[in-house]
């Protein structure tokens, strides 16, 4: 308010309903959560992967290197949200953003659960658990 006194903020925004369970249910505007005079509008909701990359290609449009790096998801270093593939990809890549980002991890988790990805949830899910369990030879 202080920097857009009497302003309104309007935010494009290129999140798509088949990325995950929650953006499935983004309607194409909605007011910020956050500021109280920012709208967002989502134009390419309905698109899935090929609608993007069809676009990208016939328009020449300039896109993130990282995708041709084996990189899904470009928005923010070490996600969560990332397939744990793309989390292991940067072991790979960018041995030194790996180990700091490990060496933080290592406070709160095993080297076992920073390499499975546990550590990307707050409560572990059920289905992950089972699954930590096989791995660990618990169940057969």
Same mark, same amino acid.
């Given at each position: 308010? /202080?920097?857009?006194?009497?302003?309104?903020? %309007?935010? =494009? #925004?290129?999140?798509r309903?088949?990325?995950?369970?929650? +953006?499935a *249910? %983004?309607?194409?505007?909605? *007011?910020?959560?956050?500021?109280?005079?920012?709208?967002?509008?989502?134009?390419?909701? #309905?698109?899935?992967s090929?609608?993007?990359?069809?676009?990208? !290609?016939?328009?020449?449009?300039?896109?993130?290197? &990282? !995708?041709?790096?084996?990189? /899904?998801?470009i928005?923010?270093? &070490?996600c969560?949200?990332?397939?744990?593939s793309?989390?292991? +990809?940067? +072991?790979?890549?960018y041995?030194n953003?790996? /180990?700091?980002?490990?060496? !933080?991890?290592?406070?709160? !988790?095993?080297?076992?659960? =920073?390499?499975?990805?546990?550590? +990307?949830?707050? *409560?572990?899910?059920?289905? =992950?658990? /089972?699954? *930590?369990? =096989?791995?660990?030879g618990?169940?057969?």
């Amino acid at each position: 308010m /202080e920097h857009y006194p009497n302003k309104k903020i %309007l935010t =494009i #925004d290129g999140s798509r309903k088949f990325e995950s369970f929650t +953006r499935a *249910k %983004l309607d194409y505007t909605r *007011k910020s959560g956050f500021i109280d005079f920012q709208t967002n509008v989502f134009p390419i909701l #309905d698109w899935n992967s090929i609608d993007v990359w069809s676009h990208i !290609y016939l328009n020449n449009i300039l896109y993130n290197p &990282m !995708y041709d790096k084996g990189f /899904e998801r470009i928005g923010c270093y &070490m996600c969560p949200a990332s397939l744990n593939s793309e989390f292991l +990809r940067v +072991r790979t890549l960018y041995p030194n953003l790996w /180990e700091k980002w490990v060496n !933080y991890l290592k406070r709160y !988790y095993s080297e076992d659960e =920073i390499i499975r990805g546990f550590w +990307r949830w707050q *409560k572990v899910p059920p289905k =992950i658990i /089972e699954i *930590k369990k =096989i791995i660990e030879g618990g169940v057969k």
